[in-house]
């Protein structure tokens, strides 16, 4: 599919958010999984709710909040070292495996890349540094610019204004399924990076293609 | 608390969405309560993507969605029977065995009472209709007007334009705590009718008061 710019959703896409289960089991035993995922649930639920109500407040606090709220909900107790611990975590997340070689192939291609994220700034700045990706992308936008997170047209716009290119020219990489729906939405060509073979959300949109790793993306660019 | 007009939400609060968890069971051998969470937490997160889209459809078909979504992510086939019964459930939930009694005392109080729910009008007619309260109500709103899901405040607007009342002169009350955020966002007093004794959510708001069913509403507003 011939494109001009790639756009890619960070957490969950780029980086690993479900590695802090290995951190979160040992400081809950037992618990690990429980709290990654009502975790991750919750901290994207409080983006959805404060962007509809117009109370935005960045990423990282959002984040904070859904860990508390998770660790009451499951009974654990959250001391300070245990939440320093897992937020220190969370600014340091791993890049999946195969993405540094499938984005500098990209890159090498002459395509624009960017990041478009709810994290703000420093959250992505500190993130991208550490999975060595500062040199590869023209542009890291973080929706705090607009103060609505995704699925907020708003957000999505970013990218075809910071890249000056056409939304239909372009191709938004998200592993998940809404974040794909929000991106079509809008106006953009969707691959879906569909990590955890989830099934299709009926929200009324196929992505224009579909893979389980960002090797796949390179191969349908190609 | 002297208040003028008392709004409630609908699902959840006034009627038992998860009464239909014993239609499921019995459709679904040992998968009742999974269908019913999973479709319940769908549902409101499709109005929640669809109201930050831009991609507003009445709550009936969201309803649908969520459940076809919901049955597919499961591994459950969801038969046309199977759908036509479980919605058709959907259309007539029961009501929480106290509401009648505690919403006519409070009518007799001289309180404006209004129901403001995502659900669309034929919905709720039919609801409100099944549970014998058609006369109990001064309005029975839906977002529908607004195509605007809460928590967006146009949502919560209808009931101050329509009822004629100030927010801070108005009680919302809510089964979702989620609902009540958004309602105090937007300006509304709010009782909590904590069903489930779940934890408050960190959203930074505390309920003005909350109770475990309608009886502790009664006494709140005496």
Request: proline residues 4%.
């Amino acid at each position: 599919m011939p494109v001009q710019a790639i756009i890619f959703d960070a957490y969950g896409t780029l980086f690993d958010v479900y590695s802090i289960g290995a951190l979160a089991e040992r400081l809950f035993p037992g618990k690990g999984a429980a709290v990654a995922e009502l975790w991750r649930d919750k901290q994207i639920e409080y983006t959805r709710l404060r962007t509809l109500s117009n109370t935005y407040k960045p990423f990282w606090e959002v984040t904070q909040d859904a860990l508390v709220f998770t660790c009451r909900k499951l009974g654990l107790e959250l001391t300070l070292d245990a939440q320093t611990q897992i937020m220190g975590q969370y600014a340091k997340l791993e890049a999946f495996p195969e993405n540094l070689a499938v984005l500098k192939s990209l890159k090498a291609k002459g395509l624009k890349l960017a990041i478009l994220s709810n994290g703000n700034p420093e959250m992505l700045d500190a993130v991208v540094q550490a999975a060595g990706m500062s040199d590869l992308f023209t542009q890291v936008l973080s929706v705090h610019t607009v103060k609505k997170f995704k699925t907020a047209p708003e957000a999505y716009q970013l990218g075809t204004d910071t890249l000056s290119v056409l939304a239909k020219d372009t191709l938004f990489v998200s592993s998940n399924c809404w974040d794909i729906c929000g991106a079509a939405w809008f106006g953009y060509k969707t691959f879906w990076v569909n990590r955890s073979n989830a099934p299709l959300e009926e929200l009324g949109i196929t992505p224009h293609a579909e893979g389980r790793t960002l090797e796949d993306l390179a191969r349908f660019v190609t």
